[in-house]
């Protein structure tokens, strides 16, 4: 399946909630608000359009009830309709989960992906932790450097609410650092734990002894 250019956070989120559960719209609408309203301003208005995509790409289905054909059973039936994904939709999910380019770092982007780290491969998750940091400590430097112009003809609320900015990434920094240095130790753990058990099985192999 060719992949599909520009893919959005959107698809990302709802792709990774279906893999987790088929759900009702309503449902769905629920956990993305949950989820994405932590991190962005999520519009009721954006779902259905994304889903009508996934649709019409294969990456989900729709699983509906069987009723009588009346307008009361077709109100109902659209309530009760089931999204589920399918084995393109799981294939995709992948595929979104192993980029960590610039678009997995920013605002937007790094909470989604952070969301669904238990199903991203270790060296993927730290790609994007350190991409987050490095990004982050650019912001730094400008809020830094605009504090230090400022300071001097601002007043003091709006010198509040800059040490305000200030500290919020100072403290994501330092959060991002702790995570990134938990990811390298357990990396590090696996790869000596493997390097322990590929020595033992050379050990135990029989040995060719002359005859």
Known sequence: MAARKGAGV??????????ESPMHGYELRKRLNTLLGMFRAFSYGSLYPCLKQLLASGLIIEDRPEEPNTALALQSRRSKIVYKLTADGKE???QLLTESGPASWEDEGFGVHFAFFSHTRADVRLRILEGRRSRLEERLE????????????VDSYTL??????LESVEREVRW??????????????QARSSDTRSSETTQDMPRDEGR
């Not at 959107?10 to 893999?19: T, Y």
């Open 142 to 153: 400008s809020v830094r450097a605009a504090l230090a112009r400022t300071r001097e003809r």
């Open 92 to 94: 995709r999910l992948q």
């Open 176 to 189: 991002l650092n702790e995570l990134i240095g938990r990811e390298r130790a357990e990396q590090e753990q």
């Open 10 to 19: 959107l698809e990302l989120a709802v792709l990774g909630l279906l893999h």
């Open 160 to 165: 509040e609410l800059q040490n305000h900015g």
